[in-house]
Each structure stands twice: as structure tokens, then as C-alpha cells.
């Protein structure tokens, strides 16, 4: 596993273990999904080490939606493409498509 990889996967498993927790409910609003959905979740599908310090993350969200009291799941796939200098994540970017986030993340700036 290359250190890219390894520092993008210590960091998901830290954000994905508090949100999980309840613990970042101030800075990313996660109080609102808590109250219109029980059985939130975060699932990791892959990381793939893209090159130019990026990693691009392809990951599911669950739930079950309680506010109507219909029952709803909730299942969203998402992209993500890690930004990195000097073996610190600087930057995010979120798509719904992981052909667009692979594309992005192999596009030099």
C-alpha cells in the first residue's frame, strides 16, 4: 500500500468512526441527517492511488429514513478525490459520478 493510500485510509476511518459517533454533528451539520435517519453509515468501497499525490476514495452512504415515518432507505455512492502535499490531506472534492472523480483526479493542475 503506498503511503498516500495509507494516510487517506487512517484519516476516512477516523472521520467515518466519529460521524458514526455523533461527534462532528457542529462542523458538518450531521445532526440534521441523525434526525431524519436512523442506522447512518459510512462504507469505504476502494481507494485507488491515482499518482500526483492523489487518491481518489469511492464510497456508500446507508440510512433509513424516519421523518415521513415512510421507511425510506437511503443508499448514495459518491466519489471522492483526495488532494495531498507533503503527506497532508489539503484538499476534498465530492462527485456522484467515480468515472468524473477519476477523471478530475488524473487532470493536472
Do not use: C, H, P
Amino acid at each position: 500500500m503506498t503511503e498516500n493510500l495509507e494516510t487517506i485510509r487512517r484519516i476516512d476511518d477516523a472521520f467515518t468512526a466519529g460521524v458514526e459517533r455523533g461527534e462532528f454533528e457542529a462542523a458538518f451539520d450531521t445532526g440534521a441527517v441523525a434526525a431524519d435517519f436512523e442506522g447512518y453509515s459510512i462504507q469505504r468501497e476502494e481507494l485507488i492511488d491515482v499518482g500526483k499525490d492523489r487518491v481518489v476514495g469511492v464510497l456508500k452512504q446507508f440510512a433509513t429514513g424516519r421523518g415521513s415515518g415512510a421507511q425510506v432507505e437511503l443508499e448514495l455512492e459518491y466519489s471522492l478525490v483526495y488532494d495531498l502535499r507533503d503527506g497532508q490531506l489539503v484538499r476534498i472534492r465530492a462527485f456522484l459520478d467515480r468515472a468524473e472523480a477519476l477523471e478530475a483526479a488524473r487532470v493536472q493542475e
